[in-house]
């Protein structure tokens, strides 16, 4: 299928501040994703106290079962309302403070320090801010993306990983000739051409 129809196709950071406003947030899902579920031990691949990194975090509640398991969470999100929701949902109480090295980003830590979630741009952040990660869980990242940042998303994921880093991806297959996006559709072909 050709994805062309679709290169072009810009989302604003607007419009997604806008999804979460009036609540247009059919890509939050309130159980843990199975196939997180399924693919779990390919993530920890027999670890256990990972750093692990959700980029455009939104709310999503396997920050907190992964949590729970001992793990370490930082999350990315341009929206302040889903990282608050987030905390609320789940009775966290948290801390919130700027980012020094990122103009006009916040941190929101978890009161127990577990939990990392940075409110800006993910184009904002480095391995610097953040530190490198064993373990990503991209379910609706990749996909959500702008397809001309595509490059350059994937390029910024790898250098946040450690060596031995487990990079789980859910996409998304359909005709993109129907539907315009987010998600958008990103074929096999051009995963391993992104990643290497």
Sequence with gaps: TDAGSQKDRVVTKEEWLQKWETGNIGFHKEQVH??????L???????????IFFPLCGK??????LADMGHSIVGVE??????????????????????????????FQSASGNI?????????LSSSTVG????????????AVNP??????????????EKKSSYLL?????DPNKHKGPPFYVPESEIKSLFG
């Design 34 to 39: 199975p196939l997180l579920q399924k693919y």
């Design 41 to 51: 031990d390919v993530l920890l691949n027999g670890r256990s106290g990972l750093r």
């Design 60 to 65: 999503a509640v396997e920050m907190k079962w």
């Design 78 to 107: 341009v929206s302040e309302q889903a990282v608050k929701e987030f905390f609320t949902e789940h009775s966290l109480p948290y801390i919130e403070e700027p980012v020094p090295e990122i103009s006009g980003a916040k941190m």
């Design 116 to 124: 990392s979630l940075y409110c800006c741009s993910i184009y904002d």
């Design 132 to 143: 490198k990660f064993d373990g990503v869980w991209d379910r609706g990242a990749l996909v």
């Design 148 to 161: 001309q940042d595509r490059q350059r998303y994937v390029s910024l994921m790898i250098t946040l990983m």
């Design 170 to 174: 859910v996409t998304v297959s359909y």
